[in-house]
């Protein structure tokens, strides 16, 4: 692993399963980051392999902290209870336990939306805040890290808030993948947002909204466009959170 790296991260999902060096003093990968196709049947086994061949293929020391972000919630020494984006054999596993024996080494496992929320905290759109900050990444669904004076509040599922009106699950109503599904203008995709937003506003009161995922590239299609009081703002290291906030929450967990 090239020099300028501290820790190494990994991000898993549906469709790819993406690794890196980590350089944490500038909170950017330090070498380009490796993408392998999540297997079309994605047992622990399969994922644990793919994980395996890209700590090898950056020759990372058995020294560094490696952070994995997983969809799901995570708790240390629990067996998994749901999983929704891979194959249901994950569930009734202890997730650390499957990556650290593929892995052969201790690795640390987070939610990947936490994981993109501390990036952000530390390195990105909400460095310096205090208060609570609630980083949310749209992608095909809604996933949420609550984040208060700088320390995570892990494994919130707050993008399957009931909305008002009969809406249902905010998920299932303004996810990204609901905007492309129904070929939806930015504009309008927006006013569902503020319904989602003036929600979570209401119940939480936070200082800080970080709108982060693929679509946050685009934020000035939407952005603007969501009605709410509180600051909202777009997330700074888009897709690279994930990857970075797993290498940095590794990095603390061997101090």
């Not at 980051?33 to 644990?48: D, H």
């Not at 927006?190 to 693929?214: H, I, N």
Request: glycine share 10%.
């Amino acid at each position: 692993m090239i020099e300028t790296a501290q820790a190494f991260g990994v991000d898993i999902g549906g469709s790819g399963i993406k690794a890196a060096p980590v350089n944490l003093e500038k909170g950017e990968f330090a070498e380009p980051r490796l993408k392998i196709l999540t297997p079309e049947v994605s047992t622990p086994k399969a994922v644990g392999e793919i994980v395996r061949q890209q700590l090898e293929h950056f020759e990372v020391p058995e020294t560094a902290p490696v952070g994995i972000a997983f969809p799901a919630p995570i708790h240390v020494g629990e067996k998994l209870g749901y999983m929704a984006n891979l194959d249901q054999s994950w569930v009734g596993v202890d997730v650390t336990e499957v990556f650290s024996e593929a892995c052969g080494r201790p690795v640390t496992v987070v939610n990947d939306a936490d994981a993109a929320g501390l990036a952000e905290q530390q390195f990105g759109a909400a460095k310096g805040q205090n208060g609570l900050v609630v980083a949310t990444t749209l992608g095909t669904g809604i996933g949420t890290a609550l984040i208060f004076n700088g320390e995570l509040i892990p494994n919130t599922e707050l993008g399957h808030l009931e909305l008002l009106k009969g809406k249902g699950d905010a998920e299932k109503y303004a996810a990204s993948s609901v905007r492309e599904k129904l070929d939806m203008g930015y504009k309008k995709w927006a006013k569902r947002l503020t319904k989602y937003y003036s929600l979570m506003e209401f119940y939480l009161d936070p200082q800080l909204f970080v709108v982060g995922g693929g679509v946050s590239r685009v934020s000035e299609k939407f952005l603007p466009y969501i009605d709410i009081k509180t600051p909202i703002v777009a997330a700074k290291l888009h897709n690279e959170a994930g990857i970075i906030g797993a290498a940095y929450y590794a990095s603390t967990k061997m101090k």
